[in-house]
């Protein structure tokens, strides 16, 4: 029902009143508080965005909640939030820019500093408002607060991202090593931006499709802006510096309250946007669990960290905004460790200070091999002891036949790309996958921070893609991949510059291969799996030289992995004693 006492917020766009009855009829059969309100809210431009707002009473002024969304604010309140008008907040979702209810074209990139902002000044206003938003939400939702943060708005006192990175290059678009992130990235824009139904695209047949540049066409039966601005952007270049939080975390003032998650796709821009404002401000916390990129789904493979993996983060952010939004300041600290992560293997979560841990102390383990490295039955060698001779393993990379993705951090359907921890036995069958394994350790060892691969390599290719990935075998086998990376031979000198390879000459390269923390168990051994493809978690590297977004042909590549005194292939470890 229409609260009758309620002012006319100040702003508000005239809607037609038929269109507000409904909505809010439709928002009263969801069993959604009376005191609600159902606005159109003015940008700077002229363009509206439909807004829901939940009050916990009639009258008052509160502090308040914002939720902007690229999936349909609907016309409910998600249960969960309800929580907070408990609490004596108002809740206000919001539908971006282009999307739903929402006027004006959908451009993520560059929408939501702006829109974020007008969108708090409008709250501010209002009457039932006392000018303190807080922000909060997943994935997009995260970024939203984050471009938000950007402006430097004085009514937004707190955020509270969860699983939504910091960089669009580096998490959403491209891997850290150069590679298209091609499964995560087309299975969302067509699942957001496909043709309307009954267009029912089919995943393998977009992932698979040849020249990338069109793979948008079969996913949503037209061409994508979004899809096409990045491929034209292969290199991290001005195009991506001027549109990634990252590169302007310096202009962040809200204090941020970050939760990540060991197997989520996001992982790294969330830590590393903890790393770099926790320099700068002790207000920051960190939560880090051993999540996909959805904290309740379970993994795919059964593989559970028990009961002691809960989180709960509903409480947590109660109990940050209360600080923030409630309290007086300067105050005591907010009584939360300033950073918690879940330790796999042992499964407990433990309290740091800080991220990266200082004590932890980064070791070198070196490949080496006899007769071969190929698959799980060759004699790949995993040591801390560096080897005495020089030796090398080959394989064939065949982009025809890529190594498949076998779980890890990954976005955003498990039902699509099943996320999280697997058994990688079924890839460490395949001759183009070199396995090396270390003798089962004596000790508890544990691993807490970046993972880094430095090897000598050469290819028959003008460029290919090298490909590395850290597991935990069990004693009775079981390989449960921990993280992975990959590396674009041509970006072995940076992402911003592009150099093709001389085929058959010798570089050393260097790449992160993803972020965990995991105690491998006494009786465990530690893995370490080398190959050229990830396939589709990262697009398939055609061998030609050729830009890689365009190219309709594939050809194979002759691999060389160099060990030994001269080229010593290593595997480094961030070991916390």
């Not at 293997?345 to 200082?358: A, F, H, K």
């Not at 002891?385 to 990954?410: F, H, I, Q, S, W």
Request: glycine letters at 8%.
């Amino acid at each position: 029902m229409i609260p009758p006492a309620s002012p006319k917020p100040a702003g508000a766009c005239c809607v037609r009143l038929p269109e507000i009855a409904i909505a809010i009829l439709a928002l009263a059969a969801t069993g959604a508080p009376a005191h609600t309100l159902y606005v159109k809210v003015p940008m700077r431009d002229g363009v509206k965005l439909a807004t829901n707002v939940f009050l916990p009473d009639p009258s008052g002024r509160f502090p308040t909640l914002l939720i902007r969304t690229p999936y349909d604010k609907g016309t409910y309140l998600v249960s969960s939030y309800k929580t907070f008008l408990d609490h004596g907040y108002g809740v206000i979702v919001q539908d971006v820019r282009g999307r739903y209810k929402s006027e004006g074209i959908f451009r993520s990139f560059s929408q939501e500093t702006s829109d974020g902002d007008d969108t708090l000044n409008w709250i501010a206003k209002q009457a039932w408002s006392n000018g303190k938003v807080g922000m909060l939400g997943g994935s997009y939702l995260g970024i939203a607060q984050w471009r938000a943060a950007l402006a430097q708005n004085p009514h937004l006192i707190a955020i509270f991202p969860v699983v939504a990175g910091s960089d669009e290059y580096r998490d959403r678009f491209y891997s850290r090593g150069g590679a298209v992130k091609l499964g995560h990235r087309l299975h969302w824009i067509s699942e957001n931006l496909k043709q309307p139904w009954p267009f029912q695209p089919d995943f393998n047949d977009y992932v698979r499709h040849l020249p990338v540049r069109t793979a948008d066409r079969i996913a949503t039966g037209r061409d994508v802006d979004l899809w096409q601005e990045s491929l034209n952007h292969p290199t991290y270049d001005d195009y991506w510096r001027t549109r990634s939080t990252w590169e302007h975390l310096s202009e962040i003032r809200t204090p941020a309250f970050i939760v990540a998650g060991w197997y989520d796709n996001y992982i790294e821009g969330d830590l590393d946007a903890f790393a770099y404002l926790s320099r700068r401000s002790a207000a920051h916390r960190l939560l880090v669990g051993p999540w996909p990129h959805n904290q309740t789904a379970p993994y795919p493979s059964g593989i559970s960290f028990g009961p002691e993996a809960y989180a709960p983060t509903r409480q947590y952010q109660l109990d940050w905004f209360n600080y923030w939004m409630r309290g007086t300041h300067p105050s005591p600290e907010f009584r939360f460790p300033r950073v918690r992560i879940f330790v796999m293997g042992i499964n407990q979560w433990r309290d740091e200070d800080e991220w990266p841990l200082s004590r932890a102390r980064l070791t070198s383990w070196y490949l080496d091999s006899n007769k071969g490295a190929n698959t799980l039955t060759g004699d790949g060698h995993l040591s801390p002891e560096r080897p005495t001779r020089e030796d090398n393993d080959m394989y064939v990379y065949d982009p025809r036949k890529p190594a498949p993705t076998a779980g890890g951090a990954l976005c955003c359907d498990p039902k699509v790309m099943p996320w999280g921890p697997m058994d990688q036995r079924a890839v460490e069958g395949r001759e183009d996958v070199l396995v090396y394994t270390s003798a089962a350790l004596r000790q508890d060892l544990e691993v807490t921070g970046t993972v880094r691969v430095q090897l000598w390599v050469s290819t028959s290719a003008p460029d290919t893609d090298f490909t590395a990935k850290l597991v935990d075998v069990f004693p009775n086998g079981h390989a449960r991949n921990l993280c992975d990376g990959i590396l674009r031979l041509r970006y072995r000198e940076g992402l911003d510059k592009a150099r093709l390879a001389r085929p058959g000459e010798v570089y050393p390269i260097v790449f992160e291969i993803g972020v965990t923390s995991n105690v491998f168990r006494a009786g465990h051994r530690v893995r370490l799996e080398i190959s050229s493809s990830n396939f589709p978690r990262f697009d398939r590297n055609p061998n030609t030289g050729r830009t890689v977004a365009d190219d309709n042909e594939l050809r194979t590549a002759r691999q060389t992995l160099y060990h030994g005194p001269a080229r010593p292939s290593r595997l480094i470890l961030p070991i916390v004693p």
